[in-house]
């Protein structure tokens, strides 16, 4: 069985692991037949995320894309090259718009801003792939932050079936594009434990 797992933040990350298109593409060449991609994802770089997305939308195969616990931001349009997505009962789903860090002068800021519009824009286009919502519905839900259940995923064409599987999504949400992030008491998974021992000792060792 072909897998693929995306279980860290997209592209290169200074919040921890992070798992980029290369990474990607390296793991899909000489795959034949079906694939199933597994995401446990807070996001991260959205071109990054379209490439994966891109890559995943021209592999020969059927793709079914698991939603573990979470796919937020860049993690979502990922999701959305899935012929199947499949969401765990306690998994989440997150659009937002598109975030980032810029500096220089008024002009630079002018072009930042219009860069941003065109990659909201390229996303909503990734939505509209899958979902039956029209393009305003979209850009007023990514304004919003919204969050998903996976019933509320299915019912908004951002998935298509939700299963029995229970999953530990992350219990500390702090990356700086997340306005909106819930509060989830459960264990993280093992690999997000470790980012943040590693954050711990850095401190410690300040």
């Known amino acids: 069985m072909n ?3 995306i ?7 200074f919040w921890g692991d992070s798992v ?12 034949t037949g079906d694939l199933t991609v597994r995401i446990n994802s807070a996001g991260g770089s959205v071109f990054d995320g379209f490439a994966i997305y891109n890559l995943l939308n021209e ?24 012929d199947n997505i499949h969401m765990a009962d306690n998994a ?21 801003a219009e860069l941003l519009d065109k990659i909201r824009d390229s996303i909503v286009t990734t939505y509209k792939s899958k979902s039956n ?24 064409g951002f998935a298509t079936a939700k299963t029995d599987e229970k ?17 989830i008491e459960q264990e993280t998974d093992k690999a997000f434990l470790n980012i943040q021992k590693r954050k711990l000792k850095l401190l410690a060792d300040a």
């Open 3 to 5: 897998v693929i797992d």
């Open 7 to 13: 279980y860290s933040d997209i592209g290169e990350s």
């Open 20 to 31: 980029s298109a290369n990474d990607i593409k390296g793991q899909l060449e000489g795959m």
């Open 59 to 82: 592999y020969e195969g059927e793709v079914t894309v698991k939603i573990d616990a979470l796919a937020a931001s860049a993690a979502s349009v990922i999701a959305m090259a899935g």
């Open 92 to 112: 989440l789903m997150m659009i937002h718009d598109p975030w980032t860090i810029a500096v220089g002068d008024s002009k630079d800021m002018a072009k930042t």
């Open 133 to 156: 919502l029209d393009k305003s519905q979209i850009e007023n839900m990514m304004s919003d932050e919204t969050w998903f259940s996976a019933e509320e995923a299915i019912a908004n």
């Open 167 to 183: 999953a530990q999504p992350m219990n500390k949400l702090d990356k700086p594009w997340m306005n909106k992030a819930p509060e």
